[in-house]
């Protein structure tokens, strides 16, 4: 009998990999091997400086195919005389496994991959299982899933229905999972005036206080009270700045930048043509210039409660004893990418302390990880 792959010696050998984006580090040639050997069909789908792998078990185009997302890639380390381990050592002490990567994501790619292996050889099922890695999440993320939806679309190969491998429990195994995400955006100011001598205002037109009011009709306006499944949006100012050394003169120039994070009463288009408008009165009162850029990373979405997020419940509970809440809460996730592609839910470890120093993660809990994502795919091909 062959023997179980162990997530938990997976995980370390992944974390011992230095993949900071967007060096592959050798985490996905890793897995390649791994997967190759147990019967995956194995594709690499590099695109730019990004790494991707695409694996596939079972025949293209099945009528169920169940796919995992996750990412190998991680954040600097930053100064490594902060931590107590070497960063890409995967020491294991005290129950712990130490690691730049350990909780985000290695441990759930290497659960996910691990309970996959397991899952195909001791029964094969009537459909595909499918793997797509990317090597560019904590990146621009432009290149990443999104390289591998594009390719699976061009090669007719397509999931039924996904799980995202991030960490989603905030304090405690099982307490949460993700069934959508807010959308996010960030837009950029600029409010030009004219510029003069702080003596006489009168001569200049003071961009600044024309920033002050339009940051304040923003930061007071309320966008929603949240929806069903959402909390309300929120808008948040995060700079403003003239670039003026001189306490004498009045700049031509102030820009600001706020981000937005909103939920399905909203899109980026809706909040976008808001922004304007409140920027443009503002400009034909003031007589300032004002322009606005916004750059959007990804849109709100939720995956309805239904077979997918009772499947992925039932198995959290099995092994953990936990209901999980059913959250939109946090940032964003490729998950955003995936929702335009099939069904798509989250769920992983604690991600308490992931990129931060000495991150970590418990042993045990890698181990329980692999068993729920081994009763996701038992269930769902049952």
């Known amino acids: 009998m062959t023997q179980a792959l162990d997530p938990v010696a997976l995980t370390a050998d992944l974390v011992r990999c230095a993949s900071v984006t967007p060096e592959e580090g050798g985490a996905l040639q890793l897995l390649q091997r791994i997967l190759g050997e147990a019967g995956f069909e194995c594709h690499r789908v590099d695109r730019g400086e990004v790494c991707n792998l695409y694996a596939r078990w079972g025949r293209k185009g099945a009528n169920r195919s169940f796919g995992f997302n996750g990412h190998t890639d991680v954040v600097p380390v930053g100064d490594a005389a902060d931590w107590s381990v070497d960063p890409f050592g995967a020491e294991i002490k005290d129950g712990w496994l130490y690691g730049r990567g350990?909780?985000?994501?290695?441990?759930?790619?290497?659960?996910?991959?691990?309970a996959a292996v397991d899952f195909v050889r001791e029964s094969p099922p009537d459909g595909a299982v499918i793997l797509a890695i990317t090597g560019d999440e904590e990146g621009p993320a432009a290149d990443g899933t999104v390289a591998l939806l594009d390719w699976m679309s061009e090669q007719g190969e397509a999931m039924t229905g996904c799980l995202v491998g991030e960490p989603t429990c905030p304090n405690e195994m099982g307490e949460m999972m993700k069934i959508g995400r807010r959308g996010s955006m960030t837009a950029y100011f600029t409010v030009k005036g004219v510029q003069g001598h702080s003596a006489y205002p009168h001569r200049a037109l003071n961009p600044v206080p024309v920033m002050a009011r339009l940051v304040d009709q923003l930061d007071r306006h309320e966008m929603d009270q949240g929806t069903d499944h959402f909390d309300a949006s929120t808008l948040a100012v995060t700079t403003i700045d003239t670039g003026n050394p001189a306490n004498n003169v009045i700049p031509a120039e102030c820009r600001a930048t706020v981000n937005i994070r909103f939920n399905?009463?909203?899109?980026?288009?809706?909040?976008?043509?808001?922004?304007?408008?409140?920027?443009?009165?503002?400009?034909e009162e003031s007589g300032?210039?004002?322009?606005?850029?916004?750059?959007?990373?990804?849109?709100?979405?939720?995956?309805?409660?239904?077979?997918?997020?009772?499947?992925?419940?039932?198995?959290?509970?099995?092994?953990?004893?936990?209901?999980?809440?059913?959250?939109?809460?946090?940032g964003?996730?490729?998950a955003r990418f995936v929702k335009d592609h099939c069904p798509v839910v989250e769920f992983g470890l604690v991600g308490k302390t992931m990129h931060q120093v000495d991150e970590r993660v418990r042993v045990d809990q890698i181990h329980q990880l692999k068993a729920i994502y081994g009763r996701i795919l038992r269930d769902y091909f049952a």
């Open 332 to 334: 964003t996730s490729d």
């Open 102 to 114: 350990s909780t985000d994501m290695k441990s759930g790619v290497a659960a996910f991959a691990a």
């Open 264 to 283: 399905d009463a909203h899109s980026s288009g809706s909040i976008a043509q808001w922004l304007q408008s409140v920027a443009d009165a503002l400009a």
């Open 288 to 330: 300032a210039t004002i322009s606005m850029q916004v750059k959007v990373s990804g849109e709100s979405f939720v995956t309805p409660p239904g077979e997918l997020t009772a499947m992925v419940a039932t198995a959290v509970e099995a092994a953990t004893g936990k209901v999980p809440e059913m959250s939109t809460s946090g």
